[in-house]
């Protein structure tokens, strides 16, 4: 997978889909990518209740907590959908935190979708072929 060149860029994104299209498997493999690039990776699963407790608890507090070397981060948020307020906007948050070097990506089902989630929401399409 290529790097995708908007991830260079200070800014938060939202991937929405049905559930159970792939959308976690899209996070991972840029996951991979990215550490392979260098970027410190953060990803925050909030099917997990404890990371959803904190998050939820103090936002830009716990996002913090993660930045503990120099250079460029990505916070890969999986599931957003389980916020109490999946609403919030999460560009907001981020945008406090001081430093260019970080991209933030979240996932979501589109049933859930929000139009304040994010700036850019990318939509995409998987196609199944028979071997």
């Given at each position: 997978m290529k790097r995708i060149l908007w991830l260079g860029r200070r800014e938060a994104y939202a991937i929405k889909g049905p559930r159970q299209s792939g959308k976690t498997t899209l996070l991972r493999a840029l996951e991979g990518n990215l550490k392979r690039e260098g970027v410190n990776v953060v990803f925050l699963n909030f099917e997990d209740p404890?990371?959803?407790?904190?998050?939820?608890?103090?936002?830009?507090?716990?996002?913090?907590?993660?930045?503990?070397?120099?250079?460029?981060y990505c916070f890969l948020m999986d599931e957003y959908h389980y916020v109490?307020?999946?609403?919030?906007?999460?560009?907001?948050?981020?945008?406090?935190?001081?430093?260019?070097?970080?991209?933030?990506?979240?996932?979501?089902?589109?049933?859930?979708?929000?139009?304040?989630?994010?700036s850019s929401i990318l939509s995409y399409s998987f196609f199944s072929f028979p071997l």
């Open positions: 404890d990371v959803l407790e904190a998050f939820e608890t103090v936002p830009k507090g716990y996002v913090k907590s993660f930045l503990l070397k120099e250079g460029r109490k307020d999946p609403g919030m906007p999460v560009s907001p948050i981020y945008a406090r935190i001081p430093g260019d070097g970080l991209s933030w990506i979240v996932s979501f089902s589109t049933a859930l979708y929000s139009s304040s989630v994010a």
